[in-house]
Structures are given as structure tokens and as C-alpha cells.
Antibody, heavy 119, light 110 residues
Framework: EVRLVQSGPEVKKPGESLKISCKGS????????IGWVRQMPGKGLEWMGV????????KYSPSFQGQVTISADKSFNTAFLQWNSLKASDTAIYYC????????????WGQGTLVTVSS | QSVLTQPPSASGTPGQRVTITCSGS????????VNWYQQLPGAAPKLLVY???QRPSGVPDRFSGSRSGTSASLAISGLQSEDEAYYYC???????????FGGGTKLTVL
């Protein structure tokens, strides 16, 4: 069974840094791409970017380039999404999802991580 | 503002058939497969239809997709109360080099 288990909810202040995780099991982590999708409160889905854990090749949506960093540790079958300086507008649920290639559909999804940024 | 356009809401009574539309461009839906996701309240999105018309294992055949030109549709027949959810279309955009999602359609079963 394909599973993506994400780290727990986070409450941070503006300007703080954060790294959330997504651990895969039940599939070949190094033969898949792992994408990240944002859902702001009461809003729709936005694709942020994707990483190939085998060689850490990473592609970002133009809207998120330079705003976040996607990384992975293939030894632990885990992908990460990182912010250096959070803003209140980063408050959202972040989902990870498997993709066969960069332009193939997000297929299996993690349960989501709620990030709240508030002073 | 989403580049794929969906109606914000749709509704139907149990047993009815409802259709949700998704409009894109030549570089998105016009050139690439459309996928549909169902998001139940408080849950992660779930892949419902992929490659325009295919259903993952376990998805009832009450759900069907289609694509024509730069538009796509999701039809739900034999509507059930558990179908009440948000539905999102998605397609790769080869010009923007990113995945696009529609704004979502909230389906209400009356």
C-alpha cells in the first residue's frame, strides 16, 4: 500500500524558519517524483513544485520559485518543504503527493500538514 | 485566480446526474490530459479520474470524465449523499511548465 505520512501541524511566528516532511512507504521512493501542493484557508489547490529523490532534481512552479525550498533524503524515503522566513500568507495546508514524472498527475497524497503563521 | 475555470457550485438530488465543467487553454487542457480530484470535508484530495476518462481502481463507474478541445467535464450519475465534496480539475500547462488546478466546485446533494 502506497503511503505518504506528513509531519504534524506547526504554529510559527512571521520571520521564523520551518521545514516540514513527507515520508513515503509501499513504493519505490527513488523511482518516483514527490510533489508539494498548497491549499490556503478556504481556497483551492496550487502546485508548488516537485523533486526526484534519487538525484534531488527539483522543479518549481514559477509562482513558488525562490519562496520555498524542496529537498529530499533518499536514505530515509523522506521529502521536505522549507521556508527561511515565514509570512502570515504562508498559512495553509501543505500536501505532498507522488508523481511518476514532473508532468504526470499527482496521484497518491499525504494527509496534509497545517502551517499557521501568526504573531 | 485559477487558470482552469470551474463553476463554484453545483447541486443535485439523490439519483440525479450532475456535470461539472472545466475550461482551460490550448497549452493546458488543449494539449494535456485532464485529471479530476475529489476532496471530502477535512480530507486530502483523492484522484478520481485521470487521463481524461480513466478511473483508478476502486472509483465507482458512476464517475466519468471527458475532454473536448480546451474543456473537460466530470459527470456523476446516480448521485449519492456521500458525493458531497469539492471537485477539482487539473492539467499540466506546457507553456507555464506547471500543474494547474481549477478553483474547485462544491457539490451539494440536496
Amino acid at each position: 500500500e502506497v503511503r505518504l505520512v506528513q509531519s504534524g501541524p506547526e504554529v510559527k511566528k512571521p520571520g521564523e524558519s520551518l521545514k516540514i516532511s513527507c515520508k513515503g512507504s509501499g513504493f519505490s521512493f527513488t523511482s518516483s517524483w514527490i510533489g508539494w501542493v498548497r491549499q490556503m484557508p478556504g481556497k483551492g489547490l496550487e502546485w508548488m513544485g516537485v523533486i526526484y529523490p534519487r538525484d534531488s532534481d527539483t522543479k518549481y512552479s514559477p509562482s513558488f520559485q525562490g519562496q520555498v525550498t524542496i529537498s529530499a533524503d533518499k536514505s530515509f524515503n523522506t521529502a521536505f518543504l522549507q521556508w527561511n522566513s515565514l509570512k502570515a500568507s504562508d498559512t495553509a495546508i501543505y500536501y505532498c503527493a507522488t508523481q511518476v514524472t514532473v508532468n504526470s498527475r499527482p496521484h497518491y497524497w499525504g494527509q496534509g500538514t497545517l502551517v499557521t503563521v501568526s504573531s | 485566480q485559477s487558470v482552469l475555470t470551474q463553476p463554484p457550485s453545483a447541486s443535485g438530488t439523490p439519483g440525479q446526474r450532475v456535470t461539472i465543467t472545466c475550461s482551460g487553454s490550448s497549452s493546458s487542457i488543449g494539449s494535456n490530459a485532464v485529471n479530476w480530484y475529489q476532496q471530502l470535508p477535512g480530507a486530502a484530495p483523492k484522484l478520481l479520474v485521470y487521463n481524461n476518462i480513466q478511473r483508478p481502481s476502486g472509483v465507482p463507474d458512476r464517475f466519468s470524465g471527458s475532454r473536448s478541445g480546451t474543456s473537460a467535464s466530470l459527470a456523476i450519475s446516480g448521485l449519492q449523499s456521500e458525493d458531497e465534496a469539492y471537485y477539482y480539475c487539473a492539467a499540466w500547462d506546457g507553456s507555464l511548465n506547471t500543474w494547474l488546478f481549477g478553483g474547485g466546485t462544491k457539490l451539494t446533494v440536496l
